[in-house]
């Protein structure tokens, strides 16, 4: 099954906070985690990927934590701020294919 | 340099009217993607193009959906008989050979079927 579930759907983090989302996936045979970023009007942008032979990657205050065995990976961001409000989108890519499976995306507004 | 360039921006159309839309990729690119985004879902794939190769047709979701790619740069989405459950936000994105990790999305078309 090629799919990636996301939640929550929408999420509300004073500035400061910690924001997480997370991600659940079942096909065995991804390769590859990136998470992108969506301002309105805009398209998705690359924000950080991990591959799943690393249990964690941090790129300033955004950490992708991923759990192998549970088939899960979320994304953290660390001292959030307004201008992270943002949709984020979750995805996968197919071993051996040239495509990405999204998630659902995550709508986030940090409130100031 | 330049990004992923789409037009038109918006498009109104009425029900069973035919529609093209236009991806312009990163120069040197030669991979090129596109993707469905309906009101509150993901990005659902739609199609690949890699070089001359045949593309990855696997996520059309209706023989009226149909796309080319042009001398391996711009890519035309044709939708024919356009319904209003096609309504959505169609975005192509662009990346090199080997590197889909790294695409590189356009704007994006926002289209309305009245």
């Known amino acids: 099954q090629q799919q990636v579930k996301q939640s929550p759907q929408s999420l509300i983090v004073q500035k400061g906070g910690i924001s997480i989302i997370n991600c659940a996936y079942e096909?065995?045979?991804?390769?590859?985690f990136p998470w992108y970023q969506q301002f309105p009007g805009k398209g998705p942008a690359l924000l950080i990927a991990?591959?799943?032979?690393?249990s964690e990657k941090k790129e300033g205050r955004f950490t992708i934590s991923f759990n192998k065995s549970a088939k899960q990976f979320s994304l953290h961001i660390m001292d959030s701020q307004p201008g992270d409000s943002a949709t984020y989108f979750c995805a996968a890519r197919v071993q051996g294919a040239q495509k990405l499976v999204f998630g659902q995306g995550t709508r986030l507004t940090i409130n100031p | 340099g330049a990004g992923v360039s789409q037009s038109p921006s918006n498009k109104v159309t009425e029900k069973g009217k035919d529609v093209e839309l236009r991806c312009d990729p990163i120069?040197?690119?030669?991979?090129l993607y596109w993707y469905r985004q309906s009101l509150g879902q993901g990005l659902e794939f739609l199609i690949y193009f890699q070089g001359n190769s045949a593309p990855d047709k696997s996520g059309l979701p209706s023989d009226r959906f149909s796309a080319e790619r042009t001398g391996g740069s711009v890519s035309t989405l044709t939708i024919q008989r356009t319904q209003q459950e096609d309504s959505a936000v169609y975005l192509c994105a662009s990346s090199f050979y080997g590197d889909s990790q790294t695409q590189y999305f356009g704007p994006g078309t926002r289209l309305l079927v009245l």
């Open positions: 096909n065995t045979a991804f390769d590859y």
């Open positions: 991990i591959r799943p032979d690393v």
């Open positions: 120069s040197g690119h030669t991979a």
